[in-house]
């Protein structure tokens, strides 16, 4: 199968599938590291504790950018 032959054929699928696809190739160029992903899992499960408790503010996203651009802007 030729590479335009397979890209039209993607092209075609649902939706779901495209995801499914796109999902799979990814993890075959970076597959994931079991260790490195339960490590990631409990320090989001910790940012996520430490925000409902107020342990930390949230900034607003709008926020963050427009600082940012300030700042290069000078």
Known sequence: MRAK???SMVESLPLDL??????RLLNSLNPSQKEIDELWAKEAERRVKEIRTGKVKVIDGEKVFRDIKERLSR
């Open 5 to 7: 032959e397979l890209m």
């Open 18 to 23: 495209k995801t499914q696809l796109i999902d």
